[in-house]
Each structure stands twice: as C-alpha cells, then as structure tokens.
C-alpha cells in the first residue's frame, strides 16, 4: 500500500469539492471528491479499500482549487489509484492512453510513420477496432506530425544570445502539434533570447499517473527533475507550453513524490511560457511591434492553468495586440482531462462536462478559441465546431513572423 502523505483529517467536510467536481455534475456513477478522497483515505490508512467509481476522477483539479483547508484530494485520488494498480494489471487500452510517448517514438522510428499511423488511426475500421479495446469512436483523437519538434528544432540555426531559456516542449507540441513549439521559438528569437531544448526531458509523466503507473511516473519526474535542476542551477528558466506539463513539473511532483530531493527549488526557476512573457511585459522587457490583428477571439482557461494560481497571462497579453479583442469563455471544464474523454466509457461524460463550454463559443460566433492547452484544443474544436489556437501562435502572428 502506498506510503500515506496526506492527512485526510484536514478535510472539514464542507463539500466546496463537491459542488465544484464537474464529474460528479455529470454522472452519478462517480461518487464525488469528498467520499473518495479525503473519506475513504480515512479507511485506506489501515486497510486496502478500493471504490471503483475513482475510476471517473479525471484529474482535473478542480476540488483542489476550491478547497478551503487545502486538501490535494486529486492527488489522494491518483494515490489511491496507483495502489490498486501495483496488484492489479490495467488494461491494454490504459497501458496505450498512459505510454502515448513510446507510441509516438515508435511512430517517428518509421519511415512515413505519421501518415501512416494517422490514415491508420483516423478510419471508421481502425476506429472500430480502437472501440473494441475500449477507446471512443467519436473520441478527437490527434493526429502525429511528420517531423517531430525536437527534430526541427535540431535543424534550426538561431541568432545566438546571451540571454538564453530552456524549454520543455511535452509530448503533444513535440510529437501532435509542434507548429507551437515552432511559434514559441519565433517569439522568443524575435525579444532576443537564444532558447535551448534539451532531449534528456522524457514524458512530464501526467498520462501515466492518471493511468496508475506511478512508479513509472517517478521515473520519469526523476529524469526531468534532474535536467531542469542543472539548468536552473546555471541561472536559466525553464517555459513550458502545455499547461498540463507545466502543473506537473511545478507542481504534482511535489505533491505525488516528496522524496525526490530539490522540486521545490526547481519549481523557482519553471514558467508557463506566458507566464515569462507577462512578467517580461510587465517590466517593459517585451517587444511590442505588434502589427493589428483585427480579429475577436474567445479564451477558454485550462484547468490545469487555473489550478497553478498564476492568473491569466496569455489573456493578458494578447489583450495589448492592437484591433484584437478577446472574451473569457468562463464556462467551465472542458471535460477531456488529458485522455480522460478518449475512454469510450467516459466520451459521454465528458461531452457532457464540456456542453457548457461549446454552448458558450456556439451562441458566441466566435470562429476561432484560444487555448493554452493543447487536449483542451482538440475538444473544444470536436465539441463546439470552432477553430481553436494556441496564443503563442497569435503573438507570433501579431509579431508578423
Ligand atoms: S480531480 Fe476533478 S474529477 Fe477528480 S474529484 Fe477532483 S474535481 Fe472531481
Ligand atoms: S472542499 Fe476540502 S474540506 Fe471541503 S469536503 Fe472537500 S476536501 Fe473536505
């Protein structure tokens, strides 16, 4: 049984979690973070009790954030989890959704390996074979790009500088959409600053943890944790742009592997990419060449963005582009959680979760939502029709890059 932590005794049994879990809104088959968090912990402390309907935690923090005592009852959940798993196997479909970076390296091994691997994923045969081990078919699944980020980023020549940020691209930019690890780079260049990837940085580790496999997770906190404390111990930040990736680094390692030495300090030297470039703004270290975008936007806030406390600075940024204008969705989960929405027996939940949100865009007329997240992306464009953007792309499109 997993080592306790977290001292469920500091829940007050207020509820606050309750009413803010979307899941529990959404289905009644999940029984809420109360009960299965700091409650049944309470039984978990002396004997192994598992609740099956933890299954339908999908990680998304929010009874974090709204708990006044400050129980990280996600982080219960993910615990009690990985301790059911370490005597029971997952199934193949979860082995699938929570090593989605092995895939992907598999993928990029073979010769025309994404196209294959997207003709090959994106049929109605494939999609109903997928079915069959328990992955949705309506699900949005990502499509691989042809040349993972990292490798275009080795290919790059950029004009050298003495201010330099490590970044940390994450396995959605790197090997689904890296057009915004692209971006991020063009931005960063264009303020001078040299930027440095280094290919130590495995998986955050976020797939694997909702999976149950938290020894693996470790492993992978282990290498990146390492990584990120040499360069922050040259003086560098370390960006990240998937705010699912940045929560995990800054954050969910502390709280899921306390015995790793030196999160804390690493987690001083760790930004949200926006996050640099608002505070760099705020110092007026920023360039603010911006041609008009005269474009409106909406702006959906990621959960995992929200929960680090760090406030809204893509928002706040974009909003000094000159003819753009930007409204906060304000709506809501989106309700994919990572892979959470690709499990067929979670699809509808979590369509159901996001029906606010698509409602919101679709009365709006908005064309095109902006997101920091990059499954979020993929949801709000399946649930709501709109084109969807990370705001890095908008800054480069302003910067005229
Ligand atoms: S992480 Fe999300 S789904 Fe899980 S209990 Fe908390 S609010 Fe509910
Ligand atoms: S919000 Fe916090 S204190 Fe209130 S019931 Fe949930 S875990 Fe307990």
């Known amino acids: 049984m997993a080592k306790h932590r977290i001292n469920p005794d500091d829940c007050i049994a207020c509820t606050t979690c309750v009413a803010h879990c979307p899941v529990t809104a959404a289905t009644r088959k999940f029984r809420g973070p109360k009960m299965l968090g700091p409650a049944l912990e309470r039984f978990r402390i002396s004997e192994e009790d598992y609740e099956p309907s933890l299954e339908y935690c999908s990680n998304c923090k929010n009874c974090d954030l709204s708990c006044p005592s400050g129980v990280p009852v996600s982080t219960l959940n993910m615990l009690a989890k990985a301790a059911y798993y370490k005597k029971n196997p997952q199934s193949m479909r979860d082995h699938m959704l929570s090593h989605g970076e092995n895939m992907a390296k598999m993928v990029n091994a073979i010769p025309f390996g994404a196209a294959l691997a997207n003709v090959g994923m994106h049929n109605p045969v ?9 992955i949705s078919d309506k699900a949005p699944m990502p499509t691989y790009a042809a040349t993972s980020f990292v ?29 915004v690890g692209k971006d991020l780079v063009a931005v960063l260049q264009h303020n001078g600053i040299e930027v440095i990837v280094p290919e130590e940085f495995v998986c955050c580790g976020s797939p694997l943890v909702t999976g149950g496999y938290l020894d693996e997770a470790e492993s992978n906190a282990r290498k990146n944790a390492a990584e990120i404390a040499k360069w922050a111990a040259k003086g560098y930040k370390i960006l990240t742009a998937c705010t699912s990736c940045g929560l995990m680094l800054n954050q969910e390692y502390q709280e899921l592997f306390p015995a790793i030495e030196g999160l804390a300090q690493n987690a001083l030297s760790l930004y949200d990419a926006f996050e640099f470039l608002a505070e760099r703004a705020a110092e007026g270290k920023l360039k603010t060449d911006f041609a008009p975008v005269q474009e409106h936007f909406m702006y959906h806030v990621p959960c995992h963005l929200r ?9 706040t940024l974009l909003r000094q582009i000159p003819g753009l204008s930007i409204e906060e969705a304000d709506a809501g989960c989106c309700g994919i959680s990572g892979n959470y929405g690709f499990r067929d027996e979670k699809y509808e939940i979590s369509m159901a979760v996001g029906a606010e949100l698509f409602q919101r865009i679709k009365d709006s ?29 908008i800054l480069r499109k302003a910067y005229q890059l």
């Open 151 to 179: 490798s275009w980023f080795k290919s790059q020549k950029q004009t050298p500088s003495e201010e330099k940020v490590v970044f940390f691209p994450g396995c959605f930019i790197n090997y689904n959409q890296p057009q």
């Open 307 to 315: 929960v680090q406390g760090i406030g809204l600075p893509a928002l």
């Open 365 to 393: 007329g908005v064309k095109t939502v902006v997101c920091d997240c990059g499954t979020c992306r993929l949801q709000i464009g399946h649930g709501s029709g709109a084109a969807t953007a990370h705001p890095v792309s």
């Open 126 to 134: 494939s999609r109903a074979a997928m079915k069959q081990i328990g």
